[in-house]
Antibody, heavy 120, light 107 residues
Framework: QVQLQESGPGLVKPSETLSLTCTVSGGSITNYYWTWIRQPPGKGLEWIGHFHYTGTTNYDPSLMSRLSMSIDTSRSQFSLSLGSVTAADTAIYYC??????????????WGQGTLVTVSS | DIQMTQSPPSLSASVGDRVTITCRAS??????LNWYQQKPGKAPKVLIF???SLQSGVPPRFSGSGSGTDFTLSIISLQPEDFATYYC?????????FGQGTKLEIK
């Protein structure tokens, strides 16, 4: 069964870049889309964007100018980079597998989430 | 962008009850509607995809219905482990969007 684990700094200063990595184990990182979703403390879920190992990306338009995603198939990792962060970017960040196109474009496996706080 | 609106925001019920949560999309999304359950401190878990298909391993007391703009998630015979927050999510088009959540609490 595939497992995902987020890693990265828990504290980022305003205007700097938030960088997170998701390590995939127990399954292949190829042939799937990989997604980042965030959840501000006490609030709902926000889709950030997804990435395919072939290089196809799809980002939330509101974040697109600050966002990039990449993948390292040799390490079974994919990454998120969000620049010029503000307090509004404080959230639990989840990586997830999907959308799975054969089952309603769901996110079928998730990491445990990592809290990133933007503060000086 | 498609807006998803859930109701009610919170709901109190007892073990053994039947509950229904509704989700409305701001435009037609056919049956591209998924439901997730999230427990405190945990990642969401998919329950229903394609409006009415049960994800593998999910108990059959969960069911979904709807098409177009109006959808429902029903849970019959509530169990203690069902008390959680539930989110709908449209997968019709990007940016994918979630409802604001419905918190199901024990009465």
């Amino acid at each position: 069964q595939v497992q995902l684990q987020e890693s990265g700094p828990g504290l980022v200063k305003p205007s700097e870049t938030l960088s997170l990595t998701c390590t995939v184990s127990g399954g292949s990182i190829t042939n799937y889309y990989w997604t980042w979703i965030r959840q501000p403390p006490g609030k709902g879920l926000e889709w950030i964007g997804h990435f395919h190992y072939t290089g196809t990306t799809n980002y939330d338009p509101s974040l697109m100018s600050r966002l990039s995603m990449s993948i390292d198939t040799s390490r079974s990792q994919f990454s998120l980079s969000l620049g010029s962060v503000t307090a509004a970017d404080t959230a639990i960040y989840y990586c997830a597998r999907g959308p799975i196109t054969t089952t309603g474009y769901i996110f079928d496996s998730w990491g445990q989430g990592t809290l990133v706080t933007v503060s000086s | 962008d498609i807006q998803m609106t859930q109701s009610p925001p919170s709901l109190s019920a007892s073990v053994g009850d039947r509950v229904t949560i509704t989700c409305r999309a701001s435009q037609n999304i056919d049956n591209y509607l998924n439901w997730y359950q999230q427990k405190p401190g945990k990642a969401p878990k998919v329950l229903i995809f394609g409006s009415s298909s049960l994800q593998s391993g999910v108990p059959p007391r969960f069911s979904g219905s709807g098409s177009g703009t109006d959808f429902t998630l029903s849970i019959i015979s509530l169990q203690p482990e069902d008390f959680a927050t539930y989110y709908c999510q449209q997968s019709y088009t990007t940016p994918y969007s979630f409802g604001q959540g419905t918190k199901l609490e024990i009465k």
